[in-house]
């Protein structure tokens, strides 16, 4: 399995900017497609934006959609998540998660998982 540790997290004010990186180890990061997901406390886990492994394909939730970039530079093992206009209900604990397959279910035991970065928004 891949190893993914999350990065670039931290407090913003409302209207801010912040990217978000996520590193691969173990594996090739190319072999594998990426998803950025969001869990605030009492909120059911969302994803916000996914890549396939070329990076051809991506897709946003509507409510990030016009704010959140997502990209990948797999020459560096590393994909992004740029997020402009940051709202109050941006704050979350953001994961990145990448399976071997660019169809599926995420929820599915191929789908390796970091750790988490915390983005706290103030009003």
């Known amino acids: 399995q891949v190893q993914l540790v999350e990065s670039g997290g931290g407090l913003v004010q409302a209207g801010g900017s912040l990217r978000l990186s996520c590193v691969a180890s173990g594996r090739t990061l190319s072999a594998y497609a990426v998803a950025w997901f969001r869990q605030a406390p009492g909120n059911e886990r969302e994803s916000v934006a996914r890549?396939?492994?070329?990076?051809?394909?991506?897709m946003y939730a509507n409510s990030v959609k016009g704010r959140f970039s997502i990209s990948r530079d797999n020459a560096k093992n590393m994909v992004y998540l740029q997020m402009n206009s940051l709202k109050p209900e941006d704050a979350a604990v953001y994961y990145c998660a990448a399976r071997p397959v660019d169809f599926g279910s995420w929820s599915g035991d191929l789908t390796s998982w970091g750790q988490g970065t915390q983005v706290t928004v103030s009003s």
């Open positions: 890549i396939s492994k070329v990076g051809g394909s991506i």
